[in-house]
């Protein structure tokens, strides 16, 4: 059983940049793809980015020009910065593990383990 | 086109089976994962691949597609089932991940 634990600052002031990091617990580590998913208050799911065991990475092209998403295969761990923060970069963030395949000429994508969420407020 | 479109409210009498519809372009290719979130909670998985449920979400949950629509449908809602529900997907490219709008559900 695959379990999240994540951690960060919760407050930020505008044009610093935001910090979290997302260990894995069980499982195996490589077999998922990880993302980290943030949701502003009132609103919907917005994906962040994503990485793979071996480093490769895709990010959402609205947050691309202020993304890294990382991760250190030797403690089990990925991390989230987004640089130049504003009030809009206020939400609570997720990170969460994604199984991604095919099976009879159909893709499928699913996150079927998350982080608990931390609420990254932006104030001055 | 790279958007997972979702009505934003639903409610269904207590008892009573309700759909929920996510369309996009990339489910012609993709089968959607569908996530209930109740307030202050995380995502919670409920429906994946063609219709496979993960351990713990009871069978009254089930998800179907056709063409560019996917579809969560809870035969017998019941009170619990009143939160927000999510689709998923990559794009049609492959390259990103979406998520629908969210769709209210209400159980009256």
């Known amino acids: 059983q695959v379990q999240l634990q994540q951690w960060g600052a919760g407050l930020l002031k505008p044009s610093e940049t935001l910090s979290l990091t997302c260990a894995v617990y069980g499982g195996s580590f490589s077999d998922y793809y990880w993302n980290w998913i943030r949701q502003p208050p009132g609103k919907g799911l917005e994906w962040i980015g994503e990485?793979?065991?071996?480093?490769?990475?895709t990010y959402n092209p609205s947050l691309k020009s202020r993304v890294t998403i990382s991760v250190d295969t030797s403690k089990n761990q990925f991390s989230l910065k987004l640089t130049s923060v504003t009030a809009a970069d206020t939400a609570v963030y997720y990170c969460?593990?994604?199984?991604?395949?095919?099976?009879?000429?159909?893709?499928?994508?699913?996150?079927?383990?998350w982080g608990k969420g931390t609420t990254v407020t932006v104030s001055s | 086109s790279s958007e997972l479109t979702q009505d934003p409210a639903v409610s269904v009498a207590l008892g009573q089976t309700v759909r929920i519809t996510c369309q996009g372009d990339s489910l012609r290719n993709y089968y959607a994962s569908w996530y209930q979130q109740k307030p202050g909670q995380a995502p919670v998985l409920v429906i994946y691949?063609?219709?496979n449920r993960p351990s713990g979400i009871p069978d009254r949950f089930s998800g179907s597609s056709s063409g560019n629509t996917a579809s969560l449908t809870i035969t017998g809602a019941q009170a619990e089932d009143e939160a927000d529900y999510y689709c998923?997907?990559?794009?049609?490219?492959?390259?990103?991940?979406?998520f629908g709008g969210g769709t209210k559900l209400t159980v009256l």
């Open positions: 998923n997907s990559r794009d049609s490219s492959g390259n990103h991940v979406l």
């Open positions: 969460a593990g994604a199984i991604f395949g095919v099976v009879i000429g159909y893709y499928y994508y699913y996150m079927d383990v």
């Open positions: 990485i793979n065991h071996s480093g490769s990475t």
């Open positions: 691949g063609k219709n």
